[in-house]
């Protein structure tokens, strides 16, 4: 089992930044490709950021591609979103999850999520 917990959302004014940190323990951090997800209120989850490993590789849609980077620090067992530029559109629940295939995601952990609230 792995356990993630989110933390570091909270309301912030367009065009600012925030981070979000994800937790990990249990098995071990490093064995896991890490990514980020988000879910506003009436839609369907979406695909924020993924990191390989051992943090070579990232993939971001185009949404949030240049304003986003997900990175992470396996001493620490944590993973992070640096989020600048935020829109009012990128107001959501943020989840991190886990993944034991690359570059194949098959997430098998998911935290409990952040809000993140951007006012205009």
């Known amino acids: 089992q792995v356990q993630l917990v989110e933390s570091g959302g909270g309301l912030v004014q367009a065009g600012g930044p925030l981070r979000l940190s994800c937790a990990a323990s249990?098995?071990?951090?490093?064995?896991?490709?890490m990514g980020w997800f988000r879910q506003a209120p009436g839609k369907e989850r979406e695909f924020v950021a993924a990191i390989s490993w051992g943090g070579a590789n990232t993939y971001y849609p185009d949404s949030v591609k240049g304003r986003f980077t997900i990175s992470r620090d396996n001493a620490k067992n944590t993973v992070y979103l640096q989020m600048n530029s935020l829109k009012p559109e990128d107001t959501a629940v943020y989840y991190c999850a886990a993944s034991s295939t690359w570059p194949t995601l098959t997430y098998d952990y998911w935290g409990q999520g952040t809000q993140v609230t951007v006012s205009s």
């Open positions: 249990g098995r071990t951090f490093s064995n896991y490709a």
